[in-house]
């Protein structure tokens, strides 16, 4: 029997982030950075005005105030895109609108709310200081400087400031595919009315989710009978278009255990068993051409849950090659007592929550492989170490978060 350490060791070593790839602006979110963005241009690309009001020469509304305005004529209108080439002489200003380059010999913008608006002629009741509502050109970021590195996760801001640089493509660690599969003669589809002895299948749906959740994009092929051959030809159908390949259940050491039958005879994916619970029968390996990397999960749908979060959502973080590969780990306050068995790393099931600006968790439901209720109302697992068998009330525990929470 194998340690949880040991496996995801052997798995991460069999693994590296994908070749770099030039993609699309969107197809790039979420990916890591594989390239320095240099801008080609400033921005702003011009001085333009942030705000709609009028252009004007400083020194002509220097002295404006609400007992004494300023009234100057308007030369003309200049809108945001407008291209003309304009400019503003000494006792004259443009209206200007937001985002609308400034005229030449204009030094400052006088927002229109402190103005009678006027189209002719402008009112003018108070002074702004000089550049007052002017954006420069490169005051955001000068031509020729560094603005992203590589090594960047590439989130939705990031991926504004390309767009706004004119990047139309990026160089980045590609996101890897990942096909999910699951197998049972048990099991039938969403949608259907399972029958006697038959369950709608879940892991597929589950495991899909969470391939996404961890960055990855996630194809779900679905059931695949418990026959050997059906089984790989499906698995080599796919192998077209995974860079990952996950299958779930068929690994125990039951009679019609087929993951375990067919893949077994290629002698490329290792079955072990890990010291853990849920999750101990667990599969890795490489199949195809390509030598595809495979991670052959238990059937059960908390085992299956919980091995994608101990193995493969780090195995996926370290193929996109973003450095957050695991989940946060925080210490918490145990609220309710647990016991587990020796020699094994229980994953137990558990809310968490701040009370008092400290964290304190409590297992949620019971330890069964088959609780999916309790496993959607858990956003956490606690983390018990092998040599553990009783957490008392009180005692601090180690959390992994499932989902995102501050103290
Ligand atoms: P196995 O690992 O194939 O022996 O399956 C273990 C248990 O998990 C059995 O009770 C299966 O019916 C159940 N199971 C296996 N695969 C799925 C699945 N994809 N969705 C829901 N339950 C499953
Ligand atoms: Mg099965």
């Given at each position: 029997m194998r340690t949880v350490d040991e496996h995801l060791a052997a798995v991460l070593g069999q693994l590296a982030p994908l070749p770099d790839l030039e993609v699309t602006l969107l197809d790039a979110h979420g990916c890591v950075l594989a390239e320095d963005v240099v801008a080609s241009r400033p921005l702003p690309g011009f001085d333009n005005s942030?705000?709609?009001g009028y252009a004007v020469r400083y020194a002509d509304v220097a002295?404006?105030?609400?007992?004494n305005p300023v009234s100057l004529p308007v030369v003309g209108d200049i809108a945001a895109g407008s291209g003309g080439v304009y400019a503003v002489n000494t006792g004259l200003c443009a209206r200007i609108m937001t985002g609308a380059p400034i005229p030449a010999g204009a030094d400052a913008v006088v927002p229109v709310?402190?103005?009678?608006?006027?189209?002719?002629r402008v009112r003018i009741d108070r002074a702004p200081a000089p550049g007052d509502n002017i954006r420069r050109a490169g005051e955001d970021v000068v031509a020729g400087e560094s603005v992203l590195a590589a090594g960047v996760t590439l989130g939705a801001a990031q991926i504004g400031l390309l767009a706004a640089l004119g990047k139309a493509r990026v160089k980045v660690r590609p996101k890897p595919r990942v096909v999910v599969f699951s197998t049972g003669n048990e099991l039938v589809d969403v949608g259907v009315t399972p029958g006697p002895a038959q369950l709608n299948e879940s892991n597929s749906y589950a495991l899909t989710a969470a391939a996404r959740e961890s960055g990855a994009i996630a194809y779900r092929v679905g059931i695949v009978p418990d026959d050997p051959v059906r089984l790989l030809s499906l698995i080599e159908d796919q192998l077209v278009r995974a860079d990952l390949v996950i299958t779930t259940g068929g690994?125990?050491?039951?009679?019609?255990d087929t993951v375990k039958e067919v893949l077994s005879r290629l002698g490329t994916v290792e079955f072990t068993k890990v010291a853990m619970q849920p999750g101990m029968p667990q599969g890795f390996g490489t199949i195809g051409p390509d030598a595809t990397p495979i991670f052959t999960l238990p059937g059960n749908p908390v085992s299956a849950f919980v091995s994608f979060e101990v193995f493969v959502r780090p195995a996926i973080r370290r193929m996109l090659g973003?450095?957050?590969?695991?989940r946060p780990l925080v210490r918490a306050t145990l609220t309710e007592p647990f016991t587990k068995s020796a020699g094994k790393r229980s994953y137990v099931r558990a809310r968490i929550e701040v009370r008092d600006g400290a964290y304190m968790v409590a297992p949620v439901g019971g330890m069964g492989s088959h609780l999916v209720a309790d496993l959607a109302l858990a956003n956490a697992l606690i983390v018990a170490p092998e040599h553990v068998t009783e957490a008392p009330a009180g005692v601090t525990v180690s959390v992994m978060m499932l989902e995102r929470r501050s103290p």
């Open positions: 942030s705000m709609d002295a404006a105030s609400e007992q709310e402190w103005t009678d608006g006027g189209v002719a690994v125990s050491a039951g009679a019609y973003v450095s957050q590969m695991y």
